[in-house]
């Protein structure tokens, strides 16, 4: 595997990403990390030093453990990563005069190792402010651009090499085979990692965990805790027993679905609570958004625990972590911060005393999906578009009520029938409708209507980080709003959002 130390660069998790794409493993941790505690220090074939905010000069900046440079195998810096190289060996960090950034023409040296199969000059995504301005004694330049003439440093005898730029961004033209001559030329690493491998160690891993032991899983539906419930249930069978909580904040049919999908799987073993009067009752005349997200995850936790008492030995809660979860709750800088909540089952594992499982923590999203698929999950459960913890509560503005759930459940099933009809809804993030605390006039059969007005919305997005509304065909939003108002009684006017994030949010609430 390669082992990536993080130093807080934006762009880390792209780093594992393009690894992860050649089938080679990777794990990302903390740039201070002591190697001592890292369990796989053994199968290590390569260390990549990521960028950083930081400058390496400053009093607290972050650097490796020392016995990162005693490992004896290949080591790239990228960025912060390379003026660490420079700084520890020798030679000069230095702010530099101009900063570059942006896309960038560098000259390389296309016969070194690094650089194999490259241009003499290659376009790269540059993003710094310092630069080297003396390299350390026993390296030699091999790539350079206008701002800075030491934008590629390497030592073939002790196996050391930094790039300034970033190769790991779509922008730098041939930047993946430049990371593709460092795992495999260099480091010598094999395409070995598979999610067929992933399986058969994992499921292994899982059984060496949890014993004997029975393990509780809180199963949404949604598409990560119900792979990591598959993934365990072939691990440990029967000693994996499934809660569904019914609280009616779900899309429409969304029980159904569960029950005939993980009925099948888990049998006796999936337990489906109906709370859907008790979250009504305690959200009764409340209308502020984050009101509403602390009495859900509050109702969950008590339904939840309730039904966790009932049980018999049970040691373990199974969690579907994933590992962007994991990577952007761990600070380089020593935070305490913990992993963050999930859905609604948020502090519970600190207020029930169990164990955590969590066999998706070091796979991406897309990989969870492809995990999915590889244990026989249906595509209508892994092409699931994201959902909210606090469900169509948070597409409810104002006080949520039954009738106006019922309205934007109806509503919402006829965006997703008409995006999937389309052929879009794999193609867009995430597509919704939401209800209006406002009613509007209308006419229908030539009498007066006053009746409330649903918001479409959908969005595309890398992480959930920003996104960018979508421009639907004129004739599918006509098509929408036309079934809507016809079809849904207690909906008399539809209207589209245009919206970015940032300055907006992807949900209303």
């Not at 004896?72 to 003026?83: A, D, K, T, V, W």
């Not at 376009?123 to 390296?139: C, N, Q, V």
């Not at 032991?213 to 949404?220: D, F, G, I, Q």
């Not at 595309?460 to 960018?468: F, H, K, L, W, Y």
Request: glycine content about 8%; charged content about 25%; overall charge positive.
């Amino acid at each position: 595997m390669i082992l990536i130390l993080d130093f807080g660069s934006q762009y880390t998790q792209l780093i594992a990403r393009r690894i992860r794409e050649e089938k080679v493993y990777c794990e990302i941790h903390p740039g201070n990390k002591l190697l001592d505690s890292f369990s796989g220090i053994k199968d290590l074939k390569g260390v990549i030093l990521s960028g950083s905010y930081d400058s390496v000069y400053s009093k607290d900046a972050t650097c490796p453990d020392s016995k990162v440079w005693e490992l004896n195998i290949p080591i790239l810096g990228i960025c912060y990563g390379m003026q660490l190289i420079a700084e520890h060996l020798g030679g000069k960090v230095t702010p530099s005069k101009r900063r570059e950034f942006g896309v960038t023409s560098v000259s390389v040296k296309s016969g070194c190792s690094l650089f194999k199969g490259l241009k003499s000059k290659e376009t790269l995504w540059m993003s710094h402010g310092d630069s080297l301005s003396k390299i350390p004694r026993g390296f030699k330049t091999t790539a350079k651009s206008e701002n800075s003439p030491y934008a590629a440093i390497e030592n073939i005898s002790k196996n050391i090499y930094g790039v300034q730029f970033h190769p790991e961004v779509k922008h730098s033209i041939n930047g993946k085979k430049i990371l593709k001559n460092f795992i495999f030329n260099i480091c010598n690493s094999k395409r070995d990692w598979t999610m067929k491998s992933y399986i058969v160690d994992e499921v292994k891993s899982l059984r060496q965990q949890v014993g004997d032991s029975k393990v509780l899983c809180a199963l949404s539906g949604g598409v990560d805790s119900s792979v990591a419930a598959v993934i365990l249930h072939k691990a440990i069978g029967k000693q994996l027993v499934c809660v569904y909580v019914d609280h009616g904040l779900q899309k429409f049919g969304e029980t159904e679905r569960v029950k005939k999908i993980f009925g099948k799987i888990f049998y006796k073993n999936l337990i489906i609570v109906d709370a859907r009067k008790t979250f009504l009752s305690k959200l009764k005349g409340v209308t502020d958004p984050e009101k509403k997200r602390k009495i859900i995850g509050h109702t969950f936790i008590e339904i939840f625990d309730k039904e966790a008492k009932k049980l018999k030995g049970i040691v373990y809660l199974l969690q579907g972590t994933i590992y962007p979860d994991v990577i952007e709750s761990v600070s380089i800088k020593g935070s305490k911060a913990p992993i963050k909540s999930h859905h609604n089952v948020g502090g519970l594992p600190e207020k029930m005393k169990m164990k955590l499982v969590e066999p998706l923590k070091f796979l991406f999203k897309d990989e969870v999906r492809i995990l999915g698929r590889e244990l026989g999950i249906p595509e209508e459960i892994i092409n699931r578009q994201p959902f909210p913890g606090p469900g169509l509560a948070v597409r409810t503005l104002g006080e949520v009520t039954e009738e106006k759930l019922n309205i934007l459940k109806a509503a919402d099933h006829i965006v997703t029938q008409e995006i999937i009809k389309a052929g879009l809804y794999e193609k867009i993030w995430q597509s919704f409708a939401v209800i209006l605390p406002v009613k509007t006039v209308g006419v229908m059969g030539d009498a007066r209507t006053y009746e409330h007005v649903i918001a479409i919305r959908a969005v595309n997005s890398a992480d959930a980080m920003t996104a960018d509304w979508v421009k639907l065909p004129y004739d599918l939003l006509g098509c929408i709003s036309s079934r809507i108002i016809n079809e849904v009684k207690g909906a008399n006017r539809v209207v589209y959002d245009i919206s970015n994030k940032p300055p907006a949010t992807i949900e209303w609430e």
